[in-house]
């Protein structure tokens, strides 16, 4: 089922195309569901991801879209693969932390309670812009395109502001700095 020359309008002045898009979506959920299914191992996760993807749909402005269907497969198949890839970072995060030996795991909250504290200090010693840019886009989630549309820059533009922010918390990271010591601590 091709939907030549759609178009997916998701905003309130046109229900003709959310109706459409509604339509064609339904039409593919159950293919959506069974591609993602197969790749993840799960149809409840499955089930969430394709709703998943239809809300970030529904919540895009518009998008003009050759064959609707095939794109909603390709993104359900990309997004199964984005799910993977999330869950192996999770795997490998919880695995580091169980195999820190629990002598060492004092010293290394303290390491990385005290590595936050500068990275949190470099943002705060960013320019305003940069720091609202890195802040949508690590902790809101929004893409490059988005933060530059909301803030009328151009994609290069933000592009270079994440880069310097980026740069700023690696060297903020990088640098030498020693563990502050609490009063009355006896240095070993």
Not at 15 to 30: D, L
Not at 52 to 81: H, K, Q, S
Not at 106 to 118: K, N
Not at 139 to 152: L, N, P
């Amino acid at each position: 089922m091709s939907e030549q020359g759609s178009m997916l309008e998701p905003d309130a002045d046109n229900s003709a195309g959310r109706a459409r898009f509604v339509e064609v979506f339904q039409a593919q959920r159950a293919r959506m569901e069974a591609l993602v299914s197969r790749r993840v191992g799960c149809r409840a996760t499955a089930s969430d991801l394709v709703q998943e993807l239809f809300l970030r749909f529904w919540r895009r402005p518009e998008v003009e879209v050759e064959a609707l269907d095939t794109y909603l497969l390709r993104c359900a198949g990309n997004l199964a693969i984005d799910h993977l890839r999330s869950e192996g970072s999770r795997v490998r995060v919880v695995e580091a932390a169980l195999s820190v030996d629990e002598a060492q795991a004092p010293e290394q909250a303290v390491e990385i309670d005290h590595d936050l504290q500068r990275i949190e200090a470099a943002l705060r010693a960013l320019p305003e812009r940069t720091r609202q840019i890195f802040l949508l886009n690590r902790i809101h989630g929004c893409r490059y395109g988005e933060i530059a549309k909301a803030m009328q820059l151009s994609q290069s533009a933000v592009e270079k502001h994440m880069m310097r922010a980026l740069e700023a918390c690696k060297a903020s990271v990088a640098e030498p700095a020693s563990i502050p010591r609490r009063p009355g601590s006896a240095r070993r």
